[in-house]
């Protein structure tokens, strides 16, 4: 039996308290010292528990240190509990550095799974969830922002967001112009809390609902968003055919934007189904 302390990593509530889980409580309580994102975050979280064990910071800017001070205490045989501000560490939280150099070190890693932001979206929100890209929060600037987006527009999978308040419009805006209009989304903000929110609309009815309310621009919020759609499902027989026989007199970018205004759908996934077809063949 080995002698070393064990790593767990403790999911916390992403709002309500009553879905704290027994477990995450007890593992909390017994570690010798928990990793806490915000120490003055966490105290309210530990005192509404009665959770008196000792709290260190461990965050971005002390990753390198407390990491460790940390595998210390695991050497010596002392349990150490790493938590994030809320919901299950690592997901756009600090700490897989010190997860990946306790695997590296030889100690055990426990997970305490729980609450999830990224999990409680993706139940709510009314599209595919058996295959989604978490993309997590966007870079701040418009340029590259709309550059990563760009980068998205095509995946087939349902997309995963989380976004800044004093960005969602903006954030939104650059969605429609970039993904279209028409695509759905859901609007997770503030889930498990007092105001929480979820609806699926279209990008274009979503984004100018938020800008019209600036009560929906506050909290912690999550978009989901549909994938692209698949062209060939998306078409009939007689449309499709009659996209081949354009292209068949047309440039295929030029047949695309013929295309894309004739069905609705984005000229770069016209261009691209186009193309997969090689020689014309289905």
């Known amino acids: 039996m080995s002698s070393h302390g064990k790593l767990y990593v403790v999911a916390t509530p992403i709002g309500n308290l009553e879905d704290m889980a027994p477990r995450a409580v007890q593992a909390l309580q017994s570690a010798h010292c928990i990793a806490a994102e915000d120490t003055r975050h966490s105290a309210k979280l530990l005192k509404h528990f009665a959770i008196r064990t000792t709290v260190i910071a461990y965050h971005e800017h002390n990753e390198a240190a407390q990491a460790q001070r940390i595998l210390g205490s695991l050497e010596a045989g002392r349990d150490v509990a ?48 058996d295959r989604f890209f978490f993309e997590g929060f966007l870079v701040a600037r418009a340029l590259g922002r709309r550059q990563r987006l760009r980068e998205l527009c095509e995946r087939r999978e349902t997309l995963v967001f989380f976004e800044a308040a004093h960005r969602i419009a903006d954030c939104l805006r650059d969605m429609v112009d970039i993904f279209g209009a028409g695509r759905e989304a859901a609007y997770c903000r503030e889930l498990t809390k007092a105001f929480e929110t979820v609806r699926l609309l279209s990008l274009g009815e979503l984004a100018a609902w938020v800008a019209a309310d600036e009560h929906q621009q506050r909290g912690e919020i999550v978009v989901v968003v549909a994938g692209a759609a698949d062209v060939a499902a998306e078409l009939d027989d007689a449309t499709r055919s009659w996209l081949v026989a354009l292209a068949e007199e047309l440039p295929p970018a030029r047949a695309a934007a013929i295309g894309a205004k004739a069905t609705g759908l984005k000229k770069r996934q016209l261009y691209d189904w186009l193309q997969s077809r090689g020689d014309g063949g289905a």
Do not use: E, F, K, M
């Not at 809320?86 to 729980?114: F, M, W």
């Not at 993706?122 to 599209?127: E, K, M, N, R, T």
């Open 82 to 129: 790493l938590i994030s501000d809320a919901g299950t560490p690592l997901v756009s939280d600090p700490g897989y550095r010190l997860v990946r150099a306790a695997h590296q070190g030889g100690y055990a890693v426990v997970p305490v799974p729980g609450p999830s932001a990224l999990c409680a979206a993706l139940s709510a929100a009314g599209l595919p969830t």
